[in-house]
């Protein structure tokens, strides 16, 4: 049994609705409308431009106190994101606040893919990819994108 | 601010004895807050220059503004021939203190209902801030204009009075040092995770719980008179919210260690959701749940494999003490035994629906005593049959005469420090078993076998059996298990449930796609 869903998060989902983000779309689950099917559009001029990103994001009990719980599916190519797409994002750790809320998590992500940070890595491997050579970094970037993030 | 009484009393304006008060608070406050009226001939020097004041001024003023823009949008629209005579009125206190107020008085026929004619009054400078007005209202088109500004007004000031982080009306709310304002329930759950401001990230230096933190009281006073309403509906949402879970799940649940009627237990609450469960408990009846966590997975009757024992023990808060760093302890005694019949999760801790546990009358207590002690003699080797041919009394003195020869030998787990935390041994024979699983240094699963029990019989027989396993191990009473001492402690720290939250180690994404999964 779960507890009756908080104002805000209906207010949030709505206000998702209502005034999307460009590039940005986060649906909750009929089922359970803590969690989310999220997609994120490549930013313009990066290297994952052009691919559309899957994650599943879920709000946990806590929330707005914690975090919500996101991660990649699709797979990305991307010094702050791991295998397993867990993104290594302050916001979404240490600097996490309650006044911040999906939509800013999602900017910041999409922010993250325009700035790949390698020296705060997540994925030691692709970051000394990205500190060593780093036009094959994005050369890489670039076909994983167009490999699993161009569905048609 | 008392516009904002007025626009609030507005409301009632088919009222006709609300228009007397109207009427008398409509322009007080109107120029004050308004740095374009400064000039106005009230005195507007800021009474209060502490940073906070001036924060929990400006947050007031943003909301001034809104409304001044929205009335002077429509004081631009009005028809010229909706007008309204205003008219100053001399104060009795005016006229006491002597001073010649003939000339101070003034009247003057202005366009609009009388929220914008008395702000145009304002705006001219033409209005003391401690005046009364008298109105001639001319007509329905006025009292109209009244309602429709009200109603405007209303709708532009929602989204400047919404928390950001519950999106609610703020409720009760504080301004911070750095002037942002919140909930007061929202900044004090804040403050038990950061101890940052929310918004702007600024070190926040207040005290945890926001104990004596004043609330910004120009704020509440216009909340309550711009939106009653609104308001009674936000208290009336957040109490219920307070309450607990979804349906019947009303009753918190620390899932933490063993508990036992009439029997102290310290705790040590840091975890931020336990702080806030906390709260809520001594807000309410003092009282919340206790159910040991069931390490090994052990299925609870209809619950399935749950994360804890499905019997518990209802702990009174006696004391609490807030400690600086937001945590707090707090000495509670066992109240009586539940067992949980449904739960969830609220606000990230278990709550649930339980179901009280007394033991069975004392005629049916009698009555099994009286057959059990009249079966016939049962063999040496019987131990279990031994057991039911004693009288309740005679197993009650085994268990004393136990502890006095345990006592005897000097067992460290009957020094002072154990009798006086938990008291001397009970000579009711119902509760003597909670006292002797407090103390007894034995595992916590062993010891919860007391409480599903409803026959103080039964109990007094589980620690029989307790007694003679331990006598017949040779020298149990100086060699205690490590553990054990864990249970005698005065101030058990008890962190939740014993689970860890080790995300970078795990080579697996834990995700909970759907949170009734966990229960
Ligand atoms: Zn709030
Ligand atoms: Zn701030």
New interface residues.
């Given amino acids: 049994m779960s507890a009756p869903l908080p104002k805000r998060i209906i207010k949030e989902t709505e206000r998702l609705q209502s005034e999307p983000v460009p590039g940005i779309s986060a649906i909750p689950h009929e089922e359970n409308v803590r969690y989310f099917d999220v997609k994120v559009e490549g930013p313009g001029g990066s290297c994952y431009e052009g691919g559309v990103f899957d994650l599943e994001l879920f709000l946990p009990d806590d929330y707005p106190m914690c975090p919500p719980r996101i991660r990649f599916l699709t797979r990305i190519y991307h010094p702050n994101i791991d295998r397993l797409g867990r993104i290594c994002l302050d916001v979404l750790k240490n600097n996490w606040s309650p006044a911040l809320q999906i939509r800013t998590i999602l900017l910041s992500i999409q922010a993250l893919l325009g700035a790949p940070n390698p020296e705060d890595p997540l994925n030691e491997a692709v970051a000394k990819q990205w500190k060593e050579n780093q036009a094959e970094a994005i050369k890489t970037a670039r076909e994983w994108t167009q490999q699993y993030a161009m569905k048609k | 601010m008392s516009v904002l009484y007025a626009l609030a009393a507005e409301r009632q304006l088919e009222a006709a004895a609300a228009e007397a008060k109207a009427a008398q608070t409509a322009h007080q406050v109107l120029p004050t807050e308004d740095e374009a009226l400064m000039s106005s001939r009230g005195e507007h020097a800021v009474e209060n220059s502490t940073p906070v004041a001036l924060a929990a001024h400006e947050d007031a003023r943003s909301l001034i503004r809104l409304i001044q823009s929205e009335i002077v949008a429509k004081q631009m629209s009005v028809a010229v021939d909706t007008t309204t005579l205003v008219q100053e009125q001399v104060r009795w206190d005016e006229c006491v203190s002597g001073e010649p107020v003939a000339d101070k008085a003034c009247s003057q026929t202005l366009p609009g209902g009388r929220l914008v004619a008395t702000y145009a009054l304002a705006a001219k400078g033409d209005l003391y801030r401690e005046s009364e007005v008298r109105y001639e209202v001319s007509g329905d088109a006025q009292k109209a204009l009244d309602v429709s500004i009200l109603h405007e007004v209303l709708e532009a000031t929602q989204s400047q009075v919404e928390c950001?982080?519950?999106?609610?009306l703020m409720l009760d709310p504080v301004t911070t040092f750095c002037g942002h304002t919140l909930c007061r329930k929202?900044l004090t759950?804040?403050l038990?995770?950061?101890l940052?401001c929310?918004?702007c990230?600024r070190g926040l230096g207040l005290p945890p719980s926001l104990i004596g933190q004043p609330s910004n009281k120009t704020l509440v006073d216009l909340l309550n008179a711009l939106c009653p309403d609104a308001v009674a509906l936000r208290f009336a949402?957040a109490r219920e919210?307070e309450a607990g879970?979804?349906?019947e799940?009303n009753t918190p649940l620390f899932v933490c260690s063993l508990g036992f009627p009439n029997m102290p237990v310290f705790l040590r609450i840091f975890e931020?959701?336990y702080r806030l469960m906390l709260r809520r408990s001594l807000e309410s009846n003092r009282e919340f749940g206790m159910l040991m966590y069931n390490r090994y997975g052990e299925p609870q009757g209809d619950l399935g494999s749950v994360h804890f024992y499905q019997y518990g023990t209802m702990l009174h808060i006696d004391n609490h003490q807030l400690l600086a760093d937001g945590t707090s302890l707090i000495e509670s005694r066992g109240a009586y035994r539940f067992r949980v019949r449904?739960?969830?999760?609220?606000?990230?801790y278990a709550?649930g629906n339980v179901e009280r546990l007394d033991d069975v009358p004392t005629t049916e207590e009698e009555r099994l005593e009286a057959s059990e002690t009249s079966g016939p003699p049962v063999p040496d080797w019987d131990v279990v049959g031994q057991l039911d041919r004693m009288s309740t009394q005679a197993l009650l003195d085994l268990g004393r005469s136990f502890i006095e020869r345990m006592r005897g030998r000097s067992a460290n787990w009957l020094q002072q420090r154990v009798l006086d935390i938990h008291g001397q041994p009970p000579t009711d024979p119902a509760l003597f078993p909670f006292w002797f699983a407090s103390v007894l240094p034995i595992s916590d699963e062993e010891k919860y076998k007391l409480l599903p029990t409803r026959t103080v019989r039964a109990r007094l027989k589980i620690i029989a059996g307790w007694i003679r396993r331990i006598e017949s191990q040779r020298c149990a009473t100086s060699q205690l298990p490590p553990r054990a001492r864990v249970t005698m402690r005065p101030e058990a720290e008890i962190e939740g449930e014993g689970e860890t939250e080790d995300?970078t180690d795990a080579e697996?994404?834990e995700?909970?796609?759907?949170?009734?999964a966990r229960?």
């Fill in positions: 950001q982080v519950c999106y609610g929202c759950r804040t038990d995770h950061s940052h929310p918004v990230r949402a919210e879970g979804p349906g799940l931020p959701r449904a739960h969830g999760i609220h606000d990230g709550v995300e697996e994404v995700f909970t796609p759907t949170s009734s229960t």
